[in-house]
């Protein structure tokens, strides 16, 4: 069991992904995909070590390739690695087996996260006295849902229908990020739990990788943002 650890981060990857296989290792702007959320999870300098765990002998490989100072690959069990598996179940055996204060889970599918986004975060967790912390973007698009058939507004009065530069509009979660304790973590065997912050990111990182589609608009943005 590792001790001393006060932040770490957690990035789960496995070797089965049916909509792009491999989809993780999968050149991305010329780096595996998951290099890129290592990267700025390894040049954060509030976070002590960066943990990536997966079930796949060629994905570790790679992860060793990367040569980053903070990274380390570990086991992760076939059962956690499941389609059916929930995120949780990862973070709960990794988190039964390892001492640290805080976890910031990270998804490989966000490679347009930065490493000031993570430093934002862990501060305003830290400022805020929060529990939890999750990234999100801001939208302005008007929800509605169908309920027995009847079209229903779900968070605007359309009879005072704001205008864009004038309504704050909403937060969604984008994926990039969360954050709690190992404490929080084991009790409510949730990501996210107690008092909750969010922390803004930039719009496009709306986006995630789950479709082959998904690939060619991130590409572009991954190059429009110069952040490679």
């Not at 976070?47 to 903070?70: G, N, P, R, Y």
Request: a negative charge.
């Amino acid at each position: 069991m590792s001790s001393g650890i006060k932040n770490l981060a957690f990035i789960p990857v496995r070797g089965g992904s049916k909509s792009i296989p491999l989809k993780n290792i999968k050149n991305f702007c010329g780096k595996p995909l998951v290099y890129w959320t290592a990267k700025a999870a390894n040049d954060c300098p509030q976070i002590d070590e960066v943990f990536i765990a997966t079930d796949s002998e060629k994905i570790s490989e790679t992860v060793k390739a990367f040569q980053l100072e903070k990274v380390k690959v570990i086991d992760r069990s076939e059962e956690t690695a499941k389609d059916t598996a929930s995120t949780e179940s990862a973070m709960m055996e990794f988190a039964e087996k390892f001492s640290f204060d805080n976890i910031i889970l990270i998804q490989a599918t966000s490679p347009l996260l930065k490493t000031e986004d993570l430093n934002g975060g862990l501060e305003k967790f830290f400022q805020g006295n929060y529990d939890s912390l999750l990234s999100v973007v801001r939208q302005k698009r008007f929800i509605w849902q169908e309920i027995d058939e009847n079209a229903v507004p779900q968070n605007y009065n359309p009879m005072q229908r704001p205008r864009r530069q004038e309504w704050n509009g909403f937060f969604v979660e984008n994926g990039a990020f969360y954050i709690t304790s190992r404490e929080r973590l084991l009790q409510s065997e949730c990501r996210i739990s107690g008092k909750i912050g969010l922390y803004e990111m930039s719009e496009e990182t709306y986006f995630e990788i789950d479709e082959p589609s998904d690939w060619l608009i991130m590409e572009q943005l991954k190059i429009r943002g110069e952040n490679f």
